[in-house]
Nanobody
Framework: QVQLVESGGGLVQDGGSLRLSCQAS????????MGWFRQAPGKDPGTQRE????????????LYTDSVKGRFTISRDNAKNLVYLEMNSLKPEDTAVYYC?????????????????????WGQGTQVTVSS
């Protein structure tokens, strides 16, 4: 089992920055590809969360959704069991609950990026609100 706890969310003005952290425990995340997802307010909780960014187990590969390219950066520190999402030039449309997720590399094989269904563990989320 892997437990994931997100932190770093908050209220920020349009154009501001935030750095989200995802602290893992239970197992080393070096065996996992990691992803960040978000769910905007008003969205049905039963619907698939929106992909934001992913990073491979060793950090060699990263992927971003088009709307955040050039503004967000995903990174990881396997020694500390931490994953980060640096968010710059934030916009009101970035307002959402942000979730961290882990996909077991052994199950992924050569799959990149991980499919939504490949993510085995999810955090509880952290709220990011960008005011205009």
């Amino acid at each position: 089992q892997v437990q994931l706890v997100e932190s770093g969310g908050g209220l920020v003005q349009d154009g501001g920055s935030l750095r989200l952290s995802c602290q893992a425990s239970g197992r080393a995340i070096s065996s996992y590809a990691m992803g960040w997802f978000r769910q905007a307010p008003g969205k049905d909780p039963g619907t698939q969360r929106e992909f934001v960014a992913a990073i491979s187990w060793n950090g060699d590969n990263t992927l971003y959704t088009d709307s955040v390219k050039g503004r967000f950066t995903i990174s990881r520190d396997n020694a500390k069991n931490l994953v980060y999402l640096e968010m710059n030039s934030l916009k009101p449309e970035d307002t959402a609950v942000y979730y961290c997720a882990a996909a077991f590399q052994f199950h992924l094989g050569n799959m990149w990026p991980p499919s939504y269904e490949s993510y085995d563990y999810w955090g509880q989320g952290t709220q990011v609100t960008v005011s205009s």
